[in-house]
């Protein structure tokens, strides 16, 4: 017997999702300080090196990639555009090479190159997920913002040290709403496996 929330047949997706990519995150790049001109860096996984240029322009250019590898565009300039935050100060963001979206994150794909996630018709893996199985990550989630080691197994944990008692009332809302729709969300899911048991009988007994 599988585990709870496992009932879903398995079908075939049309979309990759957006784990089975290289992830390029400008968030993570400002972060450390990589997006000074000058500054290289090598991506194995695409056999690819990423080069900052003066412009503000990262440039994505493959060497030592395979014969058989399929033919990239000898150099694709990823331009990096600054917004303007809120209270004061810049922050960066992308591009997308291929369309005028703006995206903080970009995907990469031997033969393909870098493209935003729409332009790479990438699914996120929680959307190929059933309802019950979102609901319990989102609660999981918000558990572990209070305890790193708590789960829907355990109580409700305290109030974290220095977190305001505002902000913990929320969070415990929030839990308290996700974890109130298991129930319903568990019963559709059983709905919908038992209807799909039932068609798979069908199926066998008519020689399907």
């Given at each position: 017997m599988g585990a709870l929330g496992s009932g879903r047949w398995v079908r075939p997706t049309r979309k990759k999702t957006v784990t089975a990519c290289v992830q390029l995150d400008i968030r993570q790049l400002a972060r450390v300080g990589a997006l000074r001109p000058g500054t290289r860096l090598w991506v194995p996984a695409l056999g690819c090196r990423l080069e900052v240029t003066d412009q503000g322009l990262v440039s994505y250019r493959h060497d030592r990639l395979p014969s058989s590898t399929p033919p990239l565009q000898g150099q694709q300039r990823l331009p990096v555009l600054w917004r303007a935050c809120r209270f004061g100060g810049q922050r960066p963001i992308f591009q997308c090479p291929t369309c005028p979206r703006h995206a903080y994150l970009l995907y990469g794909e031997v033969g393909h190159g870098w493209r935003c996630r729409t332009c790479a018709a990438l699914a996120y893996p929680s959307q190929w997920e059933s309802a019950l199985l979102r609901q319990m990550d989102r609660a999981n989630r918000l558990r572990r913002r209070?305890?790193?080691?708590?789960?829907?197994?355990?109580?409700?944990?305290?109030?974290?040290?220095?977190?305001?008692?505002?902000?913990?009332?929320?969070?415990?809302?929030?839990i308290q709403r996700h974890e109130g729709g298991l129930v319903p969300a568990w019963q559709n899911q059983l709905q919908a496996d038992r209807a799909q048991l039932t068609q798979l009988t069908q199926d066998v007994q008519q020689g399907v």
């Open positions: 209070l305890d790193p080691g708590n789960c829907l197994m355990f109580p409700v944990p305290q109030r974290p040290p220095r977190m305001h008692r505002r902000t913990y009332a929320r969070l415990v809302a929030q």
